[in-house]
């Protein structure tokens, strides 16, 4: 790096330095280590971060500290440095003839200043734990790249991230222009894009900060209005700030490599090594932890013993700690739990059995075992890892632990992640240095340009494979299960070859055979090993005697001479060879890779004699459905008529003649949406699947289900099945071409709380309004009779008025206000309009002010102008229709939620407890519906209303015209997914001015009389 460059990476560093903190600065620094050289590394570090070099040791040791201070030492610091145990240390007036190095850690342990034996314990753990973790195995993904070294986990590690987002910084509009590369201030700058840099550094969101939390709020002009930008937490972040928290993630995800490196991490920082890449965000002040990394499914194991739970943890933990070189951890291991010095690590929550046997018990009684060991060790952090399905609720109740998520990997992850691998090739002699530009921009401008890649490249895993594979062959395939076929095959194909003269045919003795014929009888293996899931990470125990005699088997079926002996020579040969399998004691093997594992499993099940009575046997348990994903992955290719006979029984009412229990027909209907996704509906049309057919049977399906008020599914259930009909492309529940909403207005019923579609009819009469919270002021008024939406407005339906309604020929559309504010703005979309987050089709449509929610109204009221009543509009509601509609049932009662008196639950509203980052399709909550029957009233999004929030509620069934930019008198009712419960109820009011687009407000419309005061515009 030359002086340019270094100047470059200085500058950056101290913005990310200010605008966050040491540790995210740090964790940039680490990113660049390979680019630098050790004095160029400690002249950065020392412009940035303010560190002088260390001074030359002195010789002869007689290093001077105080206890918990390291003055000078000859310890080492450093990536790669070492330190010896020469000398002696003086801590507090003593001495201790040992090594300084893990002083810190050991007398937060110990409370005292450690013994020589305690300090040697303690050392020898976290180096020997260090260097167990440093290395990151490649074996089982390439025979000739899974050398004893592995990769160095520090230096390919790319920082992950959660679901949730963080301030990165407050500000006005004009404040706040350095961030971005356009003045609207929608596309960040490249330093800040999250095409481009991590996501901990990068602009995810904008928000506009209301002035008070309260319910009211008190609003303020659009550009005086502060506005926060929000970056992603970092996933060690989210675990400084809880000290017990459950990690979820999709396979793939990066969950295991998280822990890992997070444990090496804080072995170096126990050990006084540190350095950049043992930087952890948001750790910068906690002190040092002794990690205990526990796989649960050792634990499933150990309990199946009979052992009481704590007992059980306990035992496991002295014996990692002895399998570190601790010949005596009862000591170290009590003072460390006791005294909370310890972060206990417990990965892969999904990889115990759902169902106890012999060798290990479920779930549930696992995770009461890691709850009882919480219990009698209060202080201690605790880490649960798991795939993000497996997770559910009644786990969840059982555990009742802070949950966090793994967000799938940015773009500009996989910028930091790609080079770095590369790097690691070039570290082991496998990839010329020149070639590692090259591979890396052609890897990173293939992802960036292709969708379906960009979904594949959000798992650490399948960037690992994709980088893997265009090292090997060049290519890319495109979808999850070809790649993992290539994967195998490459894997195979290393059994082909010859290693030392001999290869697979020769072994067998018959120079005719290459694996492609063992194929069915590893998938076999597969297969009976994922059924079986003994291994200690969930992989399946395969014992050499098993294996043997499924070879014999396999060869005496094949007619080969000498099948015992043949099955000796390819068990020796698999031994030595293999990438695939790997030893895991004396007498068993493991798959080297679950995910493989999983693959071929799920080759077995679709490529056996009954496929379809595989899938419906498997289908209700999660560990079998990655496997049963990437089976009918497999089978698509060569026979996607299969596809469709899955996907057909998993969408019928019935199952053998017999109706299925309805919980169990939800279940699959929302499995069979996920498969068509999976396999690309557009693709299997083309295949001549009955696309149409099956999508037709499978929305009416899924409307079913979210309709369903005894709903037997959980919310979270209800929310993906959502999602999976907005990705049918045709919500049949809302009106989205004119016809629709013609057809929609000429079957409207008159009848209370007995819609017959989209619209809901409110009666005429005298109301009361406001009085909700002691000492408001209310008033009793008049209103006509009218039909409000059944839900907020989606994207679907604010598509069309896109196209047409933001272009130079729209003006009669928008108010005189509205129609300034945007030609001066340029504005030609919403807020998000873009943002994969806020743009299913039936979501509701996010990001829009209060001028483009009436300007779509105005354009909808002249296209339906012919079936409207007469003196009737499409618009706003005021605030008194909307209260109305959401508070009052058939008997004239208001209510202070839309379903009755009822405390908001996740069941029956859209708000902050059902942990979402976006607004639900519409409709997820079927039993929080209003009496009239219009849902979401309450949650989900904030509504526009078209009423004075400050008249309010003497002049809250007036409807105002227009309001000046700066006017902050716009209304706004119930509540969103982001609010406390507090705010999900038909009292709750907030306010802003009438351009302010923050991304929680949508708008839902009503079919209302056009009575208005202020009237400017003809149109209405």
């Known amino acids: 790096m030359n002086d340019a460059d270094l100047t470059a990476l200085i500058t950056r560093l101290r913005a990310l330095r200010d605008d966050f903190d040491d540790t995210i600065a740090r964790a940039a620094l680490a990113q660049k280590s390979d680019a630098l050289t050790s004095e160029q590394a400690a002249f950065v570090a020392a412009q940035v971060f303010g560190e002088t070099p260390p001074p030359a040791p002195p010789a002869g040791g007689g290093d001077t500290l105080s206890a918990g201070n390291l003055t000078q030492s000859t310890v080492a610091i450093g990536q790669g440095a070492t330190a010896t145990t020469e000398g002696q240390a003086t801590v507090s007036g003593g001495q201790v003839d ?18 020589h034996d305690e300090q040697q314990r303690l050392n020898w753990y976290l180096d020997a734990l260090a260097n167990d973790l440093r290395a990151l195995p490649l074996r089982g993904l390439d025979t000739q790249l899974a050398g004893a070294q592995g990769l160095d986990l520090a230096r390919v590690y790319v920082l992950l991230a959660t679901t949730m987002l963080l301030p990165l910084a407050t500000g006005s509009r004009e404040a706040l222009r350095p961030y971005f590369a356009d003045d609207n201030l929608t596309q960040p700058a490249e330093a800040y894009d999250p095409e481009h840099v991590l996501p901990v550094a990068a602009v995810l969101a904008t928000r506009v900060d209301e002035a008070d939390g309260s319910a009211r709020g008190r609003g303020r002009a659009d550009d005086a209005a502060p506005l926060t930008l929000l970056r992603a937490q970092a996933a060690t972040e989210a675990l400084a700030d809880q000290p017990r928290l459950v990690v979820l993630g999709d396979p793939g995800s990066g969950k295991s490599t998280f822990v890992r490196h997070l444990a090496w991490a804080l072995a170096r920082r126990g050990l006084d090594q540190a350095d950049p890449a043992t930087a952890l965000p948001g750790w910068d002040a ?95 952090r605790m880490v649960v890892t798991c795939r993000t399905r497996a997770f559910t609720d009644d786990l969840q109740a059982m555990l009742g632990w802070p949950v966090t998520t793994l967000a799938p990997l940015t773009l500009g992850q996989v910028r930091a992640f790609v080079p770095a691998w590369y790097g690691e090739l070039v570290a082991h002699g496998h990839l010329a240095h020149t070639e590692t530009e090259r591979l890396s921009d052609d890897l990173i401008a293939t992802i960036a340009e292709s969708p379906r890649l960009r979904a594949m490249a959000a798992s650490p895993l399948l960037v690992t494979l994709m980088a893997l594979l265009l090292f090997r062959r060049g290519t890319l395939p495109r979808d999850r299960p070809t790649l993992y076929e290539q994967i195998l095959e490459l894997l195979l194909g290393e059994w082909d070859k010859v290693h030392d003269g001999q290869n697979l045919a020769d072994a067998l003795g018959r120079p005719d055979w290459t694996t492609a014929r063992l194929r069915p009888l590893l998938d076999r293996l597969s297969y009976d090993a994922h059924a079986a899931g003994s291994s200690e990470d969930g992989r399946g125990r395969l014992g050499k005697s098993q294996i043997r005699d499924a070879l014999i088997e ?55 004699r009954d496929p379809v009575a595989q899938v419906l046997a498997r289908r209700d348990d999660d560990r079998w459905r990655e496997p049963l994903f990437l089976g009918v992955g497999v ?53 001549q699947v009955d696309v149409a057919g099956l999508q037709a049977d499978l929305r009416d399906g899924l409307v079913t289900l979210l309709a369903d008020r005894d709903q037997p599914l959980p919310v ?30 000429a079957q409207r019923s008159t009848t209370f709380g007995q819609p017959q579609g989209y619209w809901c009819a409110v009666p005429g009469g005298s109301y ?51 129609w300034q504010w945007k030609q001066a703005r340029k504005r030609t979309e919403p807020d998000e309009w873009d943002n994969a987050r806020f743009n299913g089709l039936n979501q509701p449509v996010i990001g829009v002010n209060w001028y483009e929610a009436t300007a779509f109204c105005a ?33 004239g009662q208001r209510r202070p939620y839309p379903w009755g008196d009822a405390e908001p639950t996740p069941e029956l509203a859209i708000s902050d407890a059902n942990e979402l980052d976006r607004a639900a399709p519409v409709g997820c909550c079927p039993a929080g519906a209003a009496a009239c029957g219009a849902l ?59 351009s302010d687009s923050d991304d929680p407000r949508g708008f839902r419309v009503v079919a209302a009389p056009l009575v208005r005061t202020n009237v400017l515009n003809s149109v209405f």
């Open 859 to 891: 354009w909808l009221s002249e296209r339906l102008a012919d079936v409207l009543p007469a003196g009737y509009g499409l618009r706003l509601p005021t605030e008194a229709e909307w209260e109305v509609a959401a508070a009052y049932d058939a008997q």
């Open 768 to 818: 009361q309004i406001g009085g909700w919270d002691e000492g408001e002021p209310s008033a009793t008024l008049p209103l006509s009779a009218f039909w409000i939406a059944r839900a907020p407005i989606t994207v679907a339906q604010y598509a069309l008025f896109v196209a047409e309604g933001y272009g130079d020929a729209a003006e009669r559309w928008w108010t005189p206000e509205g």
């Open 635 to 687: 089978v698509q290719a060569t026979n996607p008529f299969l596809v469709e006979k899955v996907l057909r029984v998993l969408i019928d009412r019935r199952e053998q003649g017999v109706a299925k229990p309805v919980a169990r027909w939800y279940r699959d209907l929302i499995l069979a949406a996920e498969l068509g996704v999976d396999r690309d509906w557009t693709y299997l049309a083309e295949q």
């Open 936 to 994: 979401d009233m309450a949650g989900n999004v904030w509504e526009w209303a078209s009423s004075s929030y400050q008249a309010y509620p003497a002049e809250a069934a007036q409807e105002r015209k227009d309001f000046t930019t700066d006017e902050g008198d716009v209304p706004w009712r119930g509540g969103s997914w982001r609010n406390y419960s507090t705010y999900v109820r038909c009292g709750a009011r907030n306010w802003h001015p009438p």
């Open 554 to 608: 396999f060869f005496e079926a094949a007619k080969l001479s000498e099948p015992w002996g043949a099955a000796g020579r390819c068990l020796d040969y698999i031994e030595h060879r293999s990438g695939l399998l790997t030893p895991d004691g004396p007498t068993s093997y493991v798959f080297a890779h679950l995910t493989l594992q999983e693959h071929c499993a799920g080759r077995h099940m679709l490529l056996s």
């Open 716 to 745: 979270a259930g209800r929310v993906r099945a959502g999602f999976l009909l907005g990705d049918l492309g045709d919500d049949p529940r809302m009106p989205v071409t004119v016809e629709a909403w013609q057809a929609e207005l």
């Open 286 to 380: 906690a002190p040092p932890l002794l990690p205990l990394l526990l796989p649960l499914r050792r634990l499933a194991g150990a309990l199946a013993k009979k052992a009481a739970p704590v007992q059980a943890v306990m035992t496991l933990l002295r014996a990692t700690l002895a399998a570190h070189g601790v010949a005596q951890p009862n000591d170290l291991l009590t003072d460390a739990l006791v005294r909370g010095a310890v972060i206990l690590l417990l990965d892969g929550l999904d990889e115990v059995l759902l169902e106890p046997t012999a060798q290990a018990v479920d779930r549930a009684t696992t995770l009461q075992a890691v709850q009882a060991f919480a219990t009698r060790y209060p202080q201690v």
């Open 98 to 115: 040992a090594p300084v190095v893990g002083l810190n850690l050991g007398t937060i342990i110990y409370q005292r200043v450690p013994s």
